[in-house]
């Protein structure tokens, strides 16, 4: 099995940073992708960034050039440092890890942007 466990969110005023971080532990694949979904009430979830383990990134169009992904393959590790945070970011933030087909969900970390 896999567990994930998440780190670094808060409050924040707009315009302000935030780093999230998530590590993953167990049966893990060399291959895989990690990234981050997250989740507003009565709103779908929806992604946010993944990066592969040979680097390869994407973003949601909503956050690309604010949100900048990173890892650390040897410690599975992945991070989203969050910048210029807008009210629009708040969400619960979920960390995932997919591994032949199949993805493994953190539970999840709150991120709130002041206004």
């Known amino acids: 099995q896999v567990q994930l466990v998440e780190s670094g969110g808060g409050l924040v005023q707009a315009g302000g940073s935030l780093r999230l971080s998530c590590a993953a532990s167990g049966t893990i694949d060399s291959i895989n992708v990690m990234g981050w979904h997250r989740q507003t009430p009565g709103k779908q979830r929806e992604f946010v960034a993944n990066?592969?383990?040979?680097?390869?990134?994407g973003y949601a169009d909503s956050v690309k050039g604010r949100f900048t992904i990173s890892r650390d393959n040897a410690k599975n590790t992945v991070h989203l440092q969050m910048n210029s945070l807008q009210f629009e970011d708040t969400a619960v933030y979920y960390c995932f890890i997919l591994i032949r087909g199949k993805f493994y969900w953190g539970q999840g970390t709150q991120v709130t942007v002041s206004s």
């Open positions: 990066i592969g383990t040979g680097g390869t990134t």
